[in-house]
């Protein structure tokens, strides 16, 4: 199975940025989206970013294009998401997942999930 382990959130003042990182383990290949949710309280997950580990173009929600950035290092196993202008709104917790798939145009059907890191923005 893939583990998934996030790390980088934190606490951020309004305009400011974080670089969430997503360390994963157990790929068969590279035949993975990989994507980044988020769930704030009493809200439901949504879908943030997502992108093809075998290379393709990278997938973003309305609601962060042009301030977030999904990326990926395979020599390290590790996709990253680059946020900046962060705003309150963006406050939640951020999940990286992966699903064994050749296509990241959709946020659904996400097998596999990691234990979520806290982003804060005030």
């Known amino acids: 199975d893939v583990q998934l382990v996030e790390s980088g959130g934190g606490s951020v003042q309004a305009g400011g940025s974080l670089r969430l990182s997503c360390a994963a383990s157990?790929?068969?290949?590279?035949?993975?989206?990989m994507g980044w949710f988020r769930q704030a309280p009493g809200k439901g997950r949504e879908g943030v970013a997502s992108i093809y580990i075998g290379g393709s173009r990278p997938y973003y929600a309305d609601s962060v294009k042009g301030r977030f950035t999904i990326s990926r290092d395979n020599a390290k196993n590790t996709v990253y998401l680059q946020m900046n202008s962060l705003k309150p709104e963006d406050t939640a917790m951020y999940y990286c997942a992966a699903v064994r798939r050749d296509y990241c145009s959709i946020f659904s059907d996400f097998r596999y999930w990691g234990q979520g890191t806290q982003v804060t923005v005030s």
């Open positions: 157990g790929y068969t290949d590279s035949n993975y989206c």
